[in-house]
């Protein structure tokens, strides 16, 4: 007799025995990161962090969660030190005398009365 070509679910394969990775939805992935839901989604729906989508939603493994952090991380600016030599503070420029303005006239707005409103209702009585 020849074999099923499906197994039946009841009998165990192979890919069942290994643990299937945790999917956080947006808001929790927000929640962790300290931002909103609306920046997590913007960032998926731009391409610019790493997400699966399941359907036509976005969803984040522990490993897209730790390269986000990985892609955002800043780290200090480290200045190139040669040894023996002592770095010297730089001087701020002096800054430049500003000569007095001229007073310069200003000039009182008023504004028009809207387009919508009536000409009878600005106190002329027909």
């Known amino acids: 007799m020849s074999q099923a070509a499906i197994p039946p679910a009841s009998t165990t394969t192979p890919y069942a025995e290994a643990a299937l990775p945790r999917l956080y939805v947006p808001e ?5 990161l300290g931002c909103s839901a609306w920046w997590v989604k913007d960032r998926a729906r731009r391409r610019l962090i790493p997400f699966t989508r399941v359907g036509r939603a976005y969803r984040f493994s522990d490993e897209h969660l730790a390269e986000i952090i990985r892609m955002h991380e800043e780290r200090p600016a480290q200045t190139p030190q040669r040894p023996g030599v002592v770095s ?3 001087r701020k420029p002096r800054a430049r005398r500003q000569q007095p303005e001229t007073a310069v006239p200003t000039i009182r ?15 002329k009585a027909a």
């Open 28 to 32: 929790e992935v927000a929640a962790a």
């Open 88 to 90: 010297v503070p730089t």
């Open 109 to 123: 707005l008023e504004a028009r009365p809207p387009r919508r409103m009536t000409k009878y209702q600005f106190g």
